[in-house]
Antibody, heavy 120, light 107 residues
Framework: QVQLQESGPGLVKPSQTLSLTCTVS??????????WSWIRQPAGKGLEWIGR???????KYNPSLKSRVTISVDTSKNQFSLKLSSVTAADTAVYYC????????????WGQGTLVTVSS | EIVLTQSPGTLSLSPGERATLSCRAS???????LAWYQQKRGQTPRLLIYGASSRATGIPDRFSGSGSGTDFTLTITRLEPEDFAVYYCQQYGSSPTFGQGTKVEIK
């Protein structure tokens, strides 16, 4: 059973960089059948896809966030990471990591989510 | 970017009733790339339907999906108490996007 777990600071100051890591267990992040994604959800609102990375390191980002987002992968640790720069209060949300299955483009496994608050 | 618009925003129904949720895309979506998720309060989204009409593992057969092109539907034939939740559609085109959600609440 694949499991994903987000980790990182729950509080980030405005203008700083949000950094989160997702650790994958029960499966290899190097599997060619999947992308590894970040998704966020502000309180009481819907889901927003942030971006995804392939085991090779190839990335794709949401155009609305592209200028501020970097996703990287560490296959030796079975982890992938998110960096979001120049954060504002609008970036306060629950951040999920998720596995994106390439064949049908579905998110089949999700982390439990971590709340990141942007506040001074 | 493909925009998904879900309707209605809220559906008030009683247990045992039928729920019909709509998801309309701003441009054609390949049926293979349309999925539905259920999210209960405080929980992670759960995959219900993929490929527009295929149920994910362990999903009861009261859930069904249909549609093609720009119009897709999620139907719950007989609402159980555990089905009251928010439902999202999602497409996987050049970039994945989600609809804004439909809340199914107890009437």
């Amino acid at each position: 059973q694949v499991q994903l777990q987000e980790s990182g600071p729950g509080l980030v100051k405005p203008s700083q960089t949000l950094s989160l890591t997702c650790t994958v267990s029960g499966g290899s992040i190097s599997s060619g059948s999947y992308y590894w994604s970040w998704i966020r959800q502000p309180a009481g609102k819907g889901l927003e896809w942030i971006g995804r990375i392939y085991t090779s390191g190839t990335t794709k980002y949401n155009p609305s966030l592209k200028s501020r987002v970097t996703i990287s992968v560490d296959t030796s640790k079975n982890q992938f990471s998110l960096k979001l720069s120049s954060v504002t209060a609008a970036d306060t949300a629950v951040y999920y990591c998720a596995r994106l299955e390439r064949g049908y483009g579905l998110f089949d496994y999700w982390g439990q989510g971590t709340l990141v608050t942007v506040s001074s | 970017e493909i925009v998904l618009t879900q309707s209605p925003g809220t559906l008030s129904l009683s247990p045992g009733e039928r729920a019909t949720l709509s998801c309309r895309a701003s441009q054609s979506v390949a049926s293979s790339y349309l999925a539905w998720y259920q999210q209960k309060r405080g929980q992670t989204p759960r995959l219900l339907i993929y490929g527009a009409s295929s149920r994910a593992t362990g999903i009861p057969d009261r859930f069904s999906g249909s549609g093609s092109g720009t119009d897709f539907t999620l139907t719950i034939t007989r609402l159980e108490p555990e089905d009251f939740a928010v439902y999202y559609c999602q497409q996987y085109g050049s970039s994945p996007t989600f609809g804004q959600g439909t809340k199914v609440e107890i009437k």
